[in-house]
């Protein structure tokens, strides 16, 4: 069974260029969820979807940042304009969501790492 | 706010010697727990969890964790690394109850063997 898709694997642009990921979750995975790795921390949340519907967006930075997970299946975050500081790993995340019952383990894509000039 | 710490940034060991990894955790009640390890250029693989009962889980790779309420801690343990155990670790929390919910990770400790 193929894991979780992201693409792609690695993106360089220049500051206020847009930029856009993308990414497909195990089948069946009702939710998914995008989470933000600066370098030497630990991912963080930024949005998590159950099917088409942001449940959590509390974490996404609104002025730039936009996600969307058409047909509830795959999803595409985007960045307009893109700023030095969102040089990091965009890690993509998949789970049964609450039909996975209290384990509910969430499978994680390779992540896109931006490097932005 | 819940959090979660890592005090160890990196954590040198000897191939064949026994490693312990330690996690704290800040949370108003007990919640869910989960270590994590992340090669490079891989994405974040479950090494296990612990939502209840015995407090000693096991998990893949020959690790194990040990969940102590009384310090809010749930340290990994390993009792020889091999070098392919070099990697990034994350402790994660969840709320319980929250199925769905996002995962709260710590800042990770580097793994580095020795020879």
């Known amino acids: 069974e193929a894991g979780v898709v992201q693409s792609p694997r690695y993106k360089i642009i220049e500051k206020k260029q847009p930029v856009a990921f993308w990414c497909n979750p195990i089948?069946?995975?009702?939710?998914l969820y995008w989470y933000l790795q600066n370098l030497g921390q630990g991912p963080e949340l930024l949005i998590r979807y159950e099917n088409e519907e942001a449940v959590d967006d509390s974490q996404l930075p609104k002025d730039r940042f936009s996600a969307e997970r058409l047909k509830g299946v795959d999803s595409t975050l985007k960045i307009q304009p893109a700023e030095l500081g969102d040089s990091a790993v965009y890690l993509c995340a998949s789970s049964l969501g609450l039909a996975g019952g209290p384990y509910n383990e969430q499978f994680f894509g390779p992540g896109t790492r931006l490097t932005v000039l | 706010a819940q959090s979660v710490t890592q005090p160890d940034i990196h954590i040198t060991v000897s191939e064949g010697a026994s490693l312990e990894l330690r996690c704290n955790y800040s949370y108003g009640a007990t919640p869910y727990l989960f270590w994590y390890v992340q090669s490079p250029g891989q994405g974040l693989q479950l090494l296990l969890k612990y939502f209840s009962g015995d407090t000693l889980v096991q998990g893949i790779k020959g690790f194990e964790a040990e969940f102590k309420r009384s310090q809010s801690s749930f340290n990994l343990r390993k009792p020889s690394v091999h070098w392919s155990d070099a990697a990034e670790y994350f402790c994660?929390?969840?709320?319980?109850?929250?199925?769905?919910?996002?995962?709260?990770f710590g800042k990770g400790t580097h793994l580095i063997i020795q020879p």
């Open positions: 994660a929390v969840r709320r319980r109850g929250g199925g769905a919910d996002g995962l709260t």
């Open positions: 089948s069946g995975h009702n939710t």
